[in-house]
Nanobody, 123 residues
Framework: VQLVESGGGSVQAGGSLRLTCTAS????????MAWFRQSPEKEREEVAI???????LYGDSVKDRFTISQDYAKNMVYLQMNSLKPEDTAMYYC??????????????????WGQGTQVTVSS
C-alpha cells in the first residue's frame, strides 16, 4: 500500500484545512485508515480513525473539531480540520492497518504510512 498525503499548510487559529490521503498499490482494501500527528516534542498520537465500514474514532483533543471521511471509489481518505488551534501544529501522517491485531490507537500496529504533511497554526 502506498499512501500520499496532501493539503497541509499554514493557517491562523480558528481557520480550517482539509487533508487528503490517496492510497494505491494494494491488493485488498485496508481494514482501517487513520490520521496520526507528531510534533518534535511529542510522541506520535492518534487523530482520527475510520474503519472500512465507516465507523469513526477521534482523539480527545480533536473531537467535535475534526472529521474523518473516505471515498472508496477514489481510494481517498480526508481529514477536515476546523477551529484549528496552535497546539494542532504538527506533521500529519496517513496510515493504513490491514489486520485486527493490537490497538487502533497504537501507531505501531499500522503497517503502511505516508510521508506526512505539515500543518502549522499560528496564534
Amino acid at each position: 500500500v502506498q499512501l500520499v498525503e496532501s493539503g497541509g499548510g499554514s493557517v491562523q487559529a480558528g481557520g480550517s484545512l482539509r487533508l487528503t490521503c490517496t492510497a494505491s498499490a494494494y491488493s485488498r482494501s485496508p481494514l482501517y485508515m487513520a490520521w496520526f500527528r507528531q510534533s518534535p516534542e511529542k510522541e506520535r498520537e492518534e487523530v482520527a480513525i475510520i474503519s472500512a465500514e465507516g465507523t469513526t474514532l477521534y482523539g480527545d483533543s480533536v473531537k467535535d473539531r475534526f472529521t474523518i471521511s473516505q471515498d472508496y471509489a477514489k481510494n481517498m481518505v480526508y481529514l477536515q480540520m476546523n477551529s484549528l488551534k496552535p497546539e494542532d501544529t504538527a506533521m500529519y501522517y496517513c496510515a493504513a492497518k490491514d489486520n485486527y491485531a493490537g490497538s487502533l490507537y497504537d501507531p505501531t500496529t499500522y503497517a503502511y504510512w505516508g510521508q506526512g504533511t505539515q500543518v502549522t497554526v499560528s496564534s
